[in-house]
């Protein structure tokens, strides 16, 4: 079981960036899955959480009106949607699937690799 995420680069405050992270061996369709970020020096903090159906999201106070979280559960990828970035944006990027509670990284069972955001002061 692998998740991929990918689309992170460094652009400027203002711009906007989509983020996907691509499943392979387990399609996730009913399981939440979710974008954590972990900026240098800091601990790895919840973004954004999608429940299986996409009827339902979760989103960390200073991304919401920036930020969505969507998935394609036959093309079994997660998206986020960032816009407006910020430089406290800046951060490797983490998807993650099946949890119990979505906002909580300690509930998922299974991490991607990560991707870094960059959004220069």
């Known amino acids: 079981v692998q998740l991929q995420a990918f689309g992170g680069g460094l652009v400027q405050a203002g711009d906007s960036l989509r983020l996907s992270c691509a499943a392979s061996g387990r399609t996730f369709s009913n399981d939440v899955m979710g974008w954590f970020r972990q900026a240098p020096g800091k601990e790895r903090d919840f973004v954004a959480a999608?429940?299986?159906?996409?009827?339902?999201?979760y989103y960390e106070d200073s991304v919401k009106g920036r930020f969505v979280i969507s998935r394609d559960n036959a093309k079994i990828t997660l998206y986020l949607q960032m816009n407006s970035l910020k430089p406290e944006d800046t951060g490797v990027y983490y998807c993650?699937?099946?949890?119990?509670?979505?906002?909580?990284?300690?509930?998922?069972?299974?991490w991607g690799q990560g991707t870094l955001v960059t959004v220069p002061a």
């Open positions: 999608i429940t299986s159906s996409g009827k339902t999201t």
């Open positions: 993650a699937a099946r949890a119990s509670v979505p906002t909580r990284a300690a509930a998922y069972n299974y």
